[in-house]
């Protein structure tokens, strides 16, 4: 299964990003992202699998938790 990452805009989003994950047994971990990659420049990011990233927007947004683009794949990372 590939990874997505999901952008966020600072490493206290991205850990609650993953918190959040977590709690609905989805695994997520935090990464470094190249901030020419996103169109905001977010540096930090939560990588997961890409069957779970529908679910994961619902969960940011019901949570208010900010994010930005979607990467399709880590390995561009």
Known sequence: MADCVIAMKSQTAAEQARRAANHERIYAEIVSIDPSITRRGCSMGIRLSCANIDKMKRIL???????????????SL
Not at 61 to 75: L, T
């Open 61 to 75: 947004e019901r949570k208010n938790i900010p994010y930005g683009d979607i990467v399709g794949r880590s390995e």
